[in-house]
């Protein structure tokens, strides 16, 4: 009797942002059979189609709930939110699509990884996209429809002129890539709602034949026949299932959760793993190393002019800059937020918040398993603001983001710093302020390095090191963090990571 096929071709685990784009183009070859697995529900809170309520979903059912242990630089734990169902972070972020610098990208190959420059990705932005600005090199039929808020909010369009004002290029595309200055953002918000992957990718493809999705299903670990990835072990239901791929498995678990299974099927640092009780069957020592994130401080100012409300996702407006004139590209990012953030001084009711975030951030930090349990906290340490050329990039935009306040283009609006406040004007009391008082950005990346040193987890083709029939395709990869925020990335990389995988 010959032995059964296994009913799919791929597994892919994890329905995020990647996991959608690859469920989506794999099945567009009615032959290929996939199976996307995914921890989280298909039913997420209704909020997650409100733009302005966003910030309400990291801790509802819709978000893993994580936090980093006690940060060096804060001496306080830090909230690192990640989506949880179907869209994965992308049903739960802040909904700004904006691919990084190219200068960024081009660096990618430091490590070894070919292929993954700016101009090589192009054309895999250009498919995950629509983009209703109609700018030079940007796409046209993809499925995500992106552009600026309409109308955008008055006092984030007073925050772009003062800006302009205070010497500032304004940039024309700001989301493409290829510009830097200060413009109004596109965010995934079609017609008033969010557009997540789920959404966009994943929905149109739920009548296919051939393609399952399988939701309250926890990956637990890997299965192996010699070196080769068979299958997952997966709890649902309370029990424990097995799914069997015929091709390949691939990760799409994001930054935490791809190298989270990894290292629960003994592949990582035998350090990680040891501590946990896992014994390790493929040493692979980059696995969970070079964690890192966008972080963000926050000057919270109170206006005496009422702050229209927020209706698209508050952050509708930013800017790319340099820190100094020798860096390499744009490092520090400002956006413009309709809403005073909470903050350590005083309550504000009516105002706006400037973020200012060191986009090529220098910290690194790691990720590991605290147990073999499967549905055990993780142990994760981003190590924020440990390099100092971290708290130099944000001096540097503080020092902007303040001359931008006190333009006149926002003199009509009463406009008053409360946090960290007028009192803090020498650069140990803005470092201080700002390396306590800083929170996640919410891009976590690099925990599956990819390159082909000695710390890289997965080759130029995503495939994990060592291994076969086991890639990585979602934020994970990324060698170093995009300079802006990374979910227009990751789509990229999976529009990527599908061709790799139809090719093979
Ligand atoms: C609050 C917040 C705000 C953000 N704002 C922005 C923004 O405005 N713009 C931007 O560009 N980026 C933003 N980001 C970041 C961006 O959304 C992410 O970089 C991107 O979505 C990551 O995609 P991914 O596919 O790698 O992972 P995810 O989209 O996180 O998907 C991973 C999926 O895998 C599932 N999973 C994990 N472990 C398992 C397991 N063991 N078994 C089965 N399934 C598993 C998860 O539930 C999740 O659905 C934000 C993120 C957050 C959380």
Redesign the pocket.
């Known amino acids: 009797m010959s032995p059964q096929k296994p009913p799919h071709d791929v597994v892919i ?9 690859l469920a989506a183009r794999l099945t567009e070859d009615a032959g290929t059979r996939v199976l996307l ?4 529900s298909s039913a997420l809170p209704d909020a997650v189609a409100h733009p302005p309520a ?2 309400s ?2 801790a509802s059912e819709a ?2 709930g994580d936090t980093t242990v006690v940060q060096q630089a804060s001496g306080a734990p830090v909230a ?19 691919r990084g610098h190219r200068t960024g990208y081009d660096s990618w190959g430091a490590h070894g990884a070919t292929g993954w420059t700016y101009d090589d990705l192009l054309p895999y932005f250009q498919r995950t996209e629509t983009a209703t600005s109609g700018a030079p090199g940007r796409g046209t039929m993809g499925p995500l429809t992106v552009g600026p808020a309409e109308p955008p909010n008055e006092v984030l369009l007073a925050c772009l002129d003062g800006a302009v004002e205070t010497g500032h290029r304004r940039a024309f595309d700001i989301s493409g890539g290829l510009e830097e200055g200060f413009a109004p953002v596109d ?2 918000i079609v017609a008033g709602r969010r557009q997540s ?1 789920a959404d966009a990718y994943l929905a149109p493809a739920l009548g296919r034949p051939n393609l399952d999705v399988v939701t309250g ?4 670990r890997l299965i192996f026949e010699g070196t080769r990835c068979v299958g997952v072990e ?1 709890g649902a239901d309370g029990r424990t299932h097995t799914a069997t791929a015929a091709g390949e498995v691939v990760l ?7 190298a ?2 990894l290292q629960r099927s003994g592949i990582g640092a035998q350090d990680d793993l040891r501590p946990a009780g896992v014994d390790v069957f493929h040493e692979l020592p980059g696995v969970g190393r070079n964690l890192h994130d966008h972080p963000r401080a926050n000057l919270v100012h109170r206006t005496q002019r009422p702050v229209p409300e927020g209706r698209n ?1 508050h ?1 509708e407006v930013l800017g790319t800059l340099r820190s100094t004139a020798d860096a390499e590209g744009p490092d520090v990012q400002i956006i413009f937020i309709d809403i005073p953030l909470p903050n350590p001084v005083a309550p504000v009711q009516n105002g706006f918040t400037i973020g200012i975030s060191p986009m090529r951030p220098a910290s690194r930090g790691s990720l590991r398993i605290s147990s073999a349990d ?1 549905y055990a906290p993780p142990v994760i340490d981003p190590r924020y603001f440990t390099a100092q050329e971290d708290v130099r990039a944000v001096l540097s935009g503080i020092a902007t983001a303040r001359r931008i306040a006190r333009s006149a283009a926002l003199a009509g609006w009463g406009v008053e710093e409360v946090s960290p406040g007028p009192t803090a004007v020498d650069e140990k009391s803005l470092a201080d302020h700002a390396r306590r008082y800083f929170g996640s ?5 690099g925990t599956c390095l990819m390159g082909e040193d000695a710390m890289s987890v997965v080759d130029s083709g995503l495939r994990v090191r060592g291994l076969d029939g086991l890639r990585v395709a ?3 990869v990324m060698p170093s963090i995009t300079s ?7 789509y990229a ?2 529009e990527r990571a599908a061709d790799l995988l139809r090719s093979s």
């Open positions: 685990v994890g329905g995020g942002s990647a996991g959608c784009v697995l995914e921890a989280g966003w910030p979903l990291a978000g893993w690192l939110p990640r989506g949880k169902g179907l869209g994965g972070s992308s049903a739960i972020n802040a909904m700004v699509f904006a965010l995934n992957a299903a926890t990956a637990h997966y799409t678990a994001g930054t935490i959760g791809s989270l299974i996702n952050g499967p950005y919410c891009h976590p990346v979602d934020a994970s802006s925020n990374t979910n227009a990335t990751v990389i999976a």
